[in-house]
């Protein structure tokens, strides 16, 4: 598979423009057009996502460019009005982001790019966390209509959607980090930008084997469950298949959907309680694979002289594990990034297109050969 794997299909819409202004000074008193904050944001060469952080106070803005923000706004007499920016919301410069599940660790470094790329394209970002059992269709679809939204980004979601759910969504709509694989959408009828899950997780057994592990055993939140999970499973399962191991069903522990640490460190428990019998681990997540070094070690043992452990994700906590975690890195900066500018091109009326990223190993010093 290449770095990047393209399949482009269907198309729409149009992009908004730039507003301007003037402004007249004689003796230190200044006469002006109405600002609005595109003309700041014009103003000071910034995006106006980041002029509406400053007005706001968020604090993910360098102090320089606040200066410069503080002081334009100053100079101009520039006063924010929510009639305006209703007005600015009709003509479709907003982006909303439903992100599901506000604690994972690799959605943070994925958003940290979308808000970037999104402030280089001219958008506005609007934010929406939702839990993880959450419906970020109805979600989206709520925003979409409150805020007035061009598009719409999708960061995480159900790999099962049907066109009945998805007609909720009135904009043009990007899945990152996952795709629609048990579901019934068109290719054309939207775009995602991920990784290969399947392949990810079979890589990583691969992995494992070329390191001379022939008992690997695995953790996962479900077996069957149309999900990233599934893909993951099925991944690894077929990797040991495909070398003549023949896959044990004892070496498998579920953790009953859940990819929250408390239960990947109880199943890990269940595990080993039923069985030492294997020498390595195959997990599908970096907070996870934490999880279960913790139980590893409870239970007396080593990583990774007695178990090797290797997962996916590629998180930076992960990097000060002891030993450092190996793990399958998913390009978080570089998804956010591709999910926007997909979304851009849809919005200039290119067509829809599905990227798959490719994942890579990062060798740590969870694994050991035997």
């Not at 706001?56 to 920016?85: Q, W």
């Not at 940290?112 to 839990?131: L, Q």
């Not at 428990?269 to 694979?289: G, I, Q, Y």
Request: charged share 25%; proline share 3%; glycine share 8%.
């Amino acid at each position: 598979m290449t770095d990047i794997d393209y399949r482009p299909t269907g198309k729409l819409a149009k992009q908004s423009s730039w507003g301007h202004f003037d402004t007249l000074q004689s003796n230190r008193e200044k006469a002006w057009y109405p600002m609005t904050i595109k003309d700041i944001a014009k103003t000071c060469g910034v995006g106006i996502s980041t002029v509406s952080r400053v007005l706001n106070g968020r604090p993910d803005v360098s102090d320089e460019v606040r200066s410069k923000v503080l002081a334009v706004v100053e100079e101009t007499g520039y006063i924010p009005n929510n009639s305006a920016r209703d007005l600015s919301r009709s003509h479709s410069d907003a982006i909303g982001v439903v992100v599901r599940g506000s604690d994972n660790l690799f959605f943070s470094a994925v958003l940290k790019s979308i808000s970037s790329e999104i402030d280089k394209f001219g958008y506005t970002m609007v934010p929406h966390f939702i839990t993880s059992d959450a419906d970020e269709v109805k979600a989206g679809a709520i925003l979409e209509r409150e805020k007035k939204l061009r598009g719409l980004i999708f960061l995480g979601g159900r790999f099962d959607y049907t066109k009945e759910e998805l007609a909720l969504v009135n904009v043009p709509y990007v899945c990152c980090s996952f795709n629609n694989s048990f579901g019934t959408l068109e290719d054309s009828d939207y775009s995602s930008v991920s990784i290969d899950d399947y392949q990810t997780a079979y890589d990583a057994a691969e992995y494992l084997m070329k390191k001379g592990h022939r008992k690997i055993a695995g953790v996962v939140p479900g077996k069957d469950d149309h999900s990233i999970s599934e893909l993951r499973y099925v991944g690894y399962k077929d990797a040991l298949e495909d070398a003549g191991i023949r896959h044990n069903d004892n070496l498998v522990e579920e953790t009953g959907g859940s990819f929250e640490m408390p239960a990947a460190y109880d199943a890990v428990k269940r595990l080993l309680a039923r069985t030492h019998d294997f020498t390595a681990l195959c997990v599908p997540s970096d907070t996870m694979a934490i999880a279960a070094m913790k139980a590893i070690a409870d239970e007396g043992l080593r990583v990774p002289e007695d178990i090797s452990i290797i997962a996916i994700d590629g998180l930076t906590v992960s990097e000060y594990t002891l030993p450092t975690l190996t793990t399958m890195v998913q390009p978080a900066e570089r998804m956010g990034r591709h999910a926007v500018s997909v979304l851009h091109d849809v919005l200039r009326g290119k067509e829809t297109r599905h990227e798959l990223l490719k994942a890579a190993v990062r060798e740590g010093g969870s694994v050991r050969e035997i």
